[in-house]
Structure formats: C-alpha cells, structure tokens
Nanobody, 116 residues
Framework: QVQLVESGGGLVYSGGSLRLSCAAS????????MTWHRQAPGKERELIAR????????QYADAVKGRFTASRDNANNTLYLQMNDLKPEDTAVYYC?????????WGQGTQVIVSS
C-alpha cells in the first residue's frame, strides 16, 4: 500500500533553515508528481509546493516562493523540502501528498515551529 513518512521538522529561530524529507513506498515514485502542504493552527491545510515526477517543473505558493525548494531523489524514493529564511508564520504541520490509484495519500505530518 502507499505509504508516506515525513521527517525533519523541529524548532528553529527566525531566519533559520530546515530540510524536510518524505520517504515514499508502495507506488512507482518517479512517475508521480508530489506535493507539499502545511496546516497552521486554526487554519486550513494549504498547498505550498509541487514537483513533477522527473523534477522538470516545480511550482510554489507565493508565501514560500524564493525561500523553499522542493526536490526529489527518485533512486531512493524520497521527496525533500528545503526551507530557508524561515519566519514565525511558517509554523505549521507539514505534509507530503501523492494522488495515486484514484485517491490522495498523505503522510502523518512533521511539525515545524519557528520562534522569533
């Protein structure tokens, strides 16, 4: 079955960096676009980044453009999100997602807290 496991979250100060990982299994990873989402306390989950299967196209929400970079290692079935210049408003639970086999599959999420 499809499994997604995020890791790499934590507590960081404003201006700091983190790299999130999403280990994928149960589907042909390289053939699927992947997305990163986040959900801040009291807010709806939002799409922040998308990357195609062969990494030829990436797309970002305005709130993270220029600071976050999505990438992937298809040989190791792993998705990444490099987050630089973090701000307190980036505090959220971060999720990876794949739409495969007629449904969306989510990881359990990883918490990112940015302190000022």
């Amino acid at each position: 079955q499809v499994q997604l496991v995020e890791s790499g979250g934590g507590l960081v100060y404003s201006g700091g960096s983190l790299r999130l990982s999403c280990a994928a299994s149960g589907f042909p990873f390289s053939t699927y676009a992947m997305t990163w989402h986040r959900q801040a306390p009291g807010k709806e989950r939002e799409l922040i980044a998308r990357i195609t299967g062969n990494s030829d196209f990436t797309q970002y929400a305005d709130a993270v453009k220029g600071r976050f970079t999505a990438s992937r290692d298809n040989a190791n079935n792993t998705l990444y999100l490099q987050m630089n210049d973090l701000k307190p408003e980036d505090t959220a639970v971060y999720y990876c997602k794949v739409s495969a086999y007629l449904r969306d599959h989510w990881g359990q999420g990883t918490q990112v807290i940015v302190s000022s």
